[in-house]
């Protein structure tokens, strides 16, 4: 497999993965974007923790879609993070009508 061969695949991949998420979004209520993944979840409970003067953030998702293309299965019903950065986590905006 050449390194061109290599990239097209990984593009095809990602490509899809974008598809899947298009066509998913609209399933979720939250955006949550760590350091290392990007997540879709209906339901999200954050908590600050602190140990020995390091703050963290342990973050619980349920009902999720994770980002990742290695993922064979990106649709988890419980998602537990442990993040020592900031979390954004965004409500989703519902919509009205759906077009197709």
Do not use: C
Request: charged share 35%; proline share 1%.
């Amino acid at each position: 497999m050449s390194a061109e061969d290599l990239e097209n695949y990984e593009t095809e991949l990602e490509l899809d993965l974008y598809r899947e998420y298009r066509d998913v979004v609209g399933l979720f209520a939250y955006v949550v974007e760590t350091e290392r993944r990007f997540y879709l979840a209906n339901h999200v409970d954050v908590q600050a923790r602190h140990d020995g003067g390091e703050v963290f953030f342990e973050l619980t998702l349920t009902d999720a879609w994770v980002w990742d293309v290695y993922r064979s299965a990106r649709f988890v019903k419980s998602v537990r993070v442990v993040t020592f950065k900031d979390v954004n986590i965004e409500e989703l905006a519902k919509r009205e009508i759906e077009v197709p």
